[in-house]
């Protein structure tokens, strides 16, 4: 588990400067490089107190880790394996907001008392003040969870807004070949055509449509799928041994179905009916399904989604005790992130006054306020009390002494490892074609073991025996959380 910035950290404040840099580097773990505007992609090691200015970027290895304060009590959680670029000095003139270029990656962004932006390729993404919100770039998406406050973002012309507890996805639309020749053949037509053909175009784009070739080349289908998904869905799977062989289902098609995957650049067509089965390497893949008729494609997406392959065991436990953190009522702001148990939190007034009572006062951004009352100056609530988002809290006495304002945001940890397997291992031998599937989960999954919906005890753990087919040689888990989204833990077996 990870506690990120508990009472010790430096407060996240500007303090006296007016120098105009954009963000400070208050905290790292292991390689944590940065870059400079005037020679961008010329990286060298970052360390502690280092600032940065417009056009200068900051990039984390795979083990590294990186907090980042901004003025007015904003800052940046970076997560391993991650680009960020600074875009524009807070310093600026008023109404200008701040702007991230996040290329690649996973970072969060606590606003603080003013709003930023976030560049993508469908525009920029207004963080608005005391707002917390995770953001994740891929190649053709970045993908917003809006964990406190709310976000506003433009889609054809009409604003959207997503607000605590939603998250969305902005792709890069109009990628394809296909879709950039119809571009190309609607400019050479006559004026009025054109502009018909921009119009019908924009509207085409709204709904995900494509004008495509008829002569579609078709990669040949694996013969059987170890996972099996929805047309529609979106997952990881963690497989010990990639590439993984799935099958997507859709029965929406007449005749026959294609499966479009997009990965590291490539394009790769499959067809069947009613199902098209794939072998996906490790990474990420975007994918399409289309219907054919008579073996030209409609043209239209009917679904789509992400798969990301993990090569991955998961055979760590999960952690099954519950972080401590204690948060001063001092001004400052503090952080805690969870995996699986909320945790237990200590509010405390420090160098309070003599007083036979004292009087918390909680004020969550969502949610009700509420009140304890006790003979320290300082209460422990238990998991659960404080769900996640930002709370506000201070303590009085009947003298009618108050302390500062406290803040503490509680947030769910979205790298946390989902489930793990302690049984079957990897290649372990049937016998009599039976064998066992044990593990755990996070709490509040929904568990489903090759197929069989499985009944969680107190701490998310499952067990059962599973018949495996003749004619299949491995099993599949399948685990959905709220927050993490589905995951798929293959087990390849021998006979």
């Not at 590291?264 to 975007?286: I, K, M, S, V």
């Amino acid at each position: 588990m990870k506690l990120l910035g508990c009472w010790c950290l430096v407060v996240l404040m500007l303090g006296c400067s007016r120098e105009p840099f954009i963000a400070e580097l208050i905290e790292h773990k292991s390689n944590v490089q940065r870059d400079e505007a005037k020679t961008q992609n010329q990286w060298r090691d970052a360390r502690q107190g280092e600032r940065f200015v417009l056009g200068d970027g900051l990039r984390t290895g795979s083990d590294g880790q990186a907090t980042l304060k901004l003025p007015q009590d904003g800052r940046l959680l970076v997560k391993s394996g991650t680009v960020v670029r600074f875009m524009q000095s807070l310093d600026t003139a008023p109404g200008a907001a701040p702007e991230l270029d996040v290329q690649q990656g996973e970072l969060t962004i606590e606003s603080g008392a003013r709003g930023l932006g976030v560049r993508t390729a469908r525009g920029i993404v207004t963080v608005n003040k005391d707002s917390t919100v995770r953001v994740r770039a891929s190649d053709d998406t970045t993908h917003f969870d809006v964990e406190v406050g709310r976000v506003e973002y433009m889609v054809n012309g009409a604003r959207q807004v997503t607000e605590a507890g939603k998250s969305f996805d902005l792709d890069i639309l109009e990628v394809s070949v296909e879709q950039q020749v119809a571009r190309a053949q609607a400019a050479s037509a006559p004026a009025p055509e054109a502009a018909a053909a921009a119009r019908d175009s924009a509207q085409e784009s709204a709904k995900n449509v494509a004008r495509l070739p008829d002569n579609y080349v078709f990669q040949e289908s694996p013969t059987d799928a170890v996972v099996t998904l929805s047309a529609g869905e979106t997952a990881t799977v963690h497989d010990p041994a990639p590439p993984t062989d799935i099958r997507m289902t859709f029965d929406g098609c007449p005749e026959n179905m294609t499966l479009e995957v997009e990965h590291e650049g490539r394009l790769t067509r499959y067809r069947g009916r009613a199902e098209a089965r794939a072998t996906l390497a490790r990474g990420n893949h975007r994918y399409r399904v289309r219907c054919l008729q008579e073996g030209k494609p409609l043209g239209s997406v009917v679904r789509s989604g992400q798969i990301k392959v993990l090569a991955d065991a998961a055979t760590r436990p999960l952690p099954n005790t519950p972080v401590t953190i204690t948060a001063d009522a001092d001004g400052r702001r503090y952080t805690v992130s969870y995996q699986n148990l909320l945790p237990v939190i200590t509010l405390r007034w420090p160098y309070a006054p003599p007083a036979n009572r004292y009087h918390l006062v909680v004020q969550p951004a969502q949610g009700e306020q509420f009140a304890e009352d006790s003979g320290q100056a300082a209460v422990t609530l238990q998991p659960g009390r404080l769900g996640e988002g930002l709370h506000r809290f201070w303590f009085e006495t009947a003298e009618r002494k108050r302390s500062e304002t406290g803040s503490l945001q509680v947030s769910f940890d979205f790298t946390a490892r989902t489930a793990y397997l302690t049984h079957p291992r990897e290649g372990e031998t049937l016998r009599d074609g039976n064998i066992r599937f044990a593990g755990g989960s996070l709490l509040g999954s929904h568990v489903h073991v090759a197929g069989t919906p499985m009944k969680l005890d107190k701490h998310g753990r499952f067990a059962t025996i599973v018949s495996v087919p003749p004619a299949q040689s491995s099993a599949v888990v399948r685990v959905q959380h709220p927050s993490t989204g589905v995951h798929y833990y293959v087990r390849h077996l021998t006979r």
